[in-house]
């Protein structure tokens, strides 16, 4: 084996863990999210009540904002979202180096899809994601902020070129299986 190949394996490894650790956290909160939500939707008014108590805010001027039962709800789903969609990425992320830690070309077909979806759903974040910045800003001091991450669109176009370099290696490759 090359010392390139050696290095990206021996990479692919510390980043397969880093993350594999990453998807593990980010499930937890999904969880989170979906128990809170539940808490939200199907629970008594005095555990609504005793809930909603936590997530007062105090400003600086000392009043409390309490934020209501719906506009909450409406957090956690758009949370649970945007978990969910980083979720997937880390996967996608995670599949394509725990493959080449095994010894398996990153060119490939599979790869390239993962690829590329990875740049669709970094894209789609760049305006869910955001959405949901703006959601907490106005629920806690009322003025809505809402705007579209335009460096994450930028990336997501960045991680799509990159997915057609690997569609073209994944050629390269296939004419030199082919010609072995």
């Known amino acids: 084996m090359k010392p390139s190949q050696e290095k990206i394996r021996s990479m692919s490894k510390k980043i397969s863990i880093v993350l594999k650790l990453g998807f593990i956290v ?6 989170l999210s979906l ?10 008014e005095d555990t609504k009540s005793s809930f909603l108590a ?26 649970l979202i945007d978990t969910i969609l980083i979720s997937f990425a880390i996967f996608f992320v995670y599949t394509v180096f725990d493959e080449i830690r095994k010894g398996i070309t990153p060119f490939t ?28 800003d106005y629920y806690t001091i009322g003025e809505l902020t809402w705007q579209i991450n335009i460096i994450g669109v930028i990336i997501a176009i960045i991680i ?4 057609l370099i690997f569609s073209y290696g994944c050629d390269l490759q296939r004419e030199s299986d082919e010609t072995l």
């Open 109 to 136: 077909h599979e790869n390239t899809v993962r690829i590329k979806k990875v740049a669709v759903i970094i894209a789609i974040l760049s305006i869910v994601g955001s959405y949901s910045d703006a959601l907490v």
């Open 35 to 44: 128990i809170a939500i539940g808490i939200l939707v199907f629970s008594g």
């Open 160 to 163: 799509y070129c990159i997915s």
């Open 26 to 31: 980010s499930i937890v909160i999904v969880i």
């Open 54 to 79: 936590v997530f007062n805010v105090t400003a600086n001027n000392g009043t409390t904002i309490s934020i209501e039962i719906w506009s909450l709800l409406n957090m956690f789903v758009f949370m």
